[in-house]
């Protein structure tokens, strides 16, 4: 007998969660995996798809299935793995905790966009009224995310429940990109000798490329510490990789 949060994803909530991802992602995750409902169809669009399950019985059946089990508690996971996308069915009384979480690995990511698609209970997103919910919600607005609300998509499930649902669906671009739109920015404040926007601007570049470009950094510096106009246009001729 599997706990009482295991509420395997029907076939239209599993089509829902996967619809407009496409077969040229690198790698998936399914952080809440249970028997792989989601697993197996996500594996149809990408090849290499990964898993997470905290029940023991259940991650036996994914491993039978074949499928890559990387960790076992999704809140206590953490990766340098980057994902195209990370699609879940969470248990539906700390949902809120689970896709903060998946957002937050997501911004971390460098190089690879990534999608997150997420079924929760609806109450975890109309009513804000803890901190954990209000965090998600200053997220799915971060990254204007979308909410689209649902009645009896398990009434008629494996498990039955009658929750109305709420599934959430944002892309969250890789810090490199936003690294590359801030510098186009900064350039065109440099043209227009924004002094006071620049200084802040130079800032948050410099911190966000430290991260993901070192050795443009190390070039860069001393022409970012200097103020003066004619630095900051020689600073227009090093173009982000």
Not at 97 to 115: D, G, M, S
Not at 135 to 158: P, T
Not at 162 to 191: C, H, L, W
Request: glycine share 4%.
């Amino acid at each position: 007998m599997f706990n009482d949060t295991f509420y395997p994803s029907p076939l239209k909530v599993v089509m829902m969660l996967t619809e407009g991802l496409n077969r040229s992602m690198n790698k998936v995750l399914e952080p809440s995996a249970g028997k792989g409902d989601i697993a197996q169809v996500l594996k149809e669009k990408c090849q290499n798809v990964e898993v997470i399950e905290k029940e023991q019985d259940l991650c036996s059946i994914l491993q039978d299935k074949g499928f890559s089990l990387v960790g076992y508690d999704f809140l206590e996971f953490d990766t340098h793995t980057e994902y195209s996308a990370i699609v879940m069915n969470p248990p539906f009384d700390n949902g809120d905790k689970h896709l903060i979480h998946a957002i937050r690995l997501a911004e971390k990511q460098v190089i690879e966009t990534c999608e997150i698609r997420a079924i929760v209970n609806a109450a975890t997103i109309e009513n804000d009224y803890s901190n954990t919910r209000s965090e998600l919600a200053n997220l799915i607005n971060k990254h204007n995310g979308s909410v689209s609300y649902h009645e009896n998509l398990f009434s008629d499930a494996e498990r039955k429940t009658n929750v109305r649902t709420a599934i959430v669906k944002m892309t969250i671009e890789p810090i490199k990109r936003k690294v590359s739109f801030r510098y186009g920015d900064i350039v065109n404040q440099v043209k227009n000798s924004d002094s006071d926007y620049l200084e802040t601007s130079l800032s948050t570049f410099v911190s966000a490329t430290m991260r993901c470009m070192p050795s443009i950094c190390s070039q860069c510096l001393k022409s970012f510490s200097s103020s003066s106009h004619s630095r900051l246009e020689s600073m227009t001729m090093i173009t982000p990789t």
